[in-house]
């Protein structure tokens, strides 16, 4: 695909309960990152990737948060024991290189927890 | 650590010119970027600014002053499409700032007929 694709785009779960989050960059790019986004605020950073490892995740709330990027391109973000105040969009992005002037996000994926 | 304030809310009719201002406090960054985002939507690329100075890409420009903590976008023409949040983040750099594209808390802009 041409830009950056997230699935699912919405996501209802129960507290408690575990999800995931999948984060398909565009080809090429090395840098990928998440960010939740709640209602009219930024987007907060949650964790950076270099190609495999995680360079950065300095902005995961807590353990139940954890994200990998096995081959250094798909990242999948995993929430364990969600709780309510998780509810957010969730957004990926990604550049070609660490530094690079753009960002490209994606749609971001709806977290609802009830 | 970084962090990166900007008003609120903005409000201006059609064909008005429009500022969103922003400073910042970072130990050290590439470049100061906008995005634009629409209700429901995905940020957007707008500007960046690597150098002191103005950068203009059509009806918008942007302008950084790196001795002054302080940069803004000038929205120019406003058109009804333009009403939307409107972030400017900075990647840091080294250490402390690990690369991350760290955002201010937006600006929301309301174009009147």
């Known amino acids: 695909g041409a830009g950056v694709s997230q699935t699912p785009s919405n996501k209802v779960t129960e507290k408690g309960k575990y999800v995931e989050l999948r984060c398909d960059p565009i080809?090429?790019?090395?840098?990928l990152y998440w960010y939740r986004q709640s209602l009219g605020q930024g987007p907060e950073f949650l964790i950076y990737?270099?190609?495999?490892?995680?360079?950065?995740d300095s902005g995961l709330p807590n353990d139940r948060f954890f994200a990998v990027r096995p081959e250094g391109s798909v990242s999948t973000l995993k929430i364990q024991r969600t709780e309510r105040g998780d509810s957010a969009v969730y957004l990926c992005?990604?550049?070609?290189?660490?530094?690079?002037?753009?960002?490209?996000f994606g749609q971001g994926t709806r977290l609802t927890v009830v | 650590g970084q962090s990166l304030e900007q008003p609120s809310e903005v409000t201006a009719v059609e064909g008005a010119i429009v500022q969103i201002n922003c400073t910042y406090q970072t130990s050290g960054f590439y470049g100061l970027s906008w995005y634009q985002q629409h209700d429901g939507g995905a940020p957007t690329f707008l500007s960046y600014?690597?150098?002191?100075g103005l950068e203009e890409t059509g009806r918008f420009s942007s302008f950084l002053s790196r001795s002054d903590s302080y940069g803004y976008l000038l929205l120019q023409e406003l058109q009804m499409k333009d009403s939307a949040s409107y972030f400017c983040?900075?990647?840091?750099?080294?250490?402390?700032?690990?690369?991350?594209?760290?955002f201010g808390g937006g600006t929301r802009v309301l174009v009147k007929p």
């Open positions: 600014n690597a150098l002191d």
């Open positions: 080809s090429g790019h090395t840098a």
């Open positions: 990737f270099q190609g495999t490892g995680a360079a950065d």
């Open positions: 992005a990604s550049s070609l290189a660490p530094g690079g002037a753009e960002a490209f």
């Open positions: 983040a900075v990647r840091g750099w080294g250490k402390a700032a690990g690369n991350k594209l760290t």
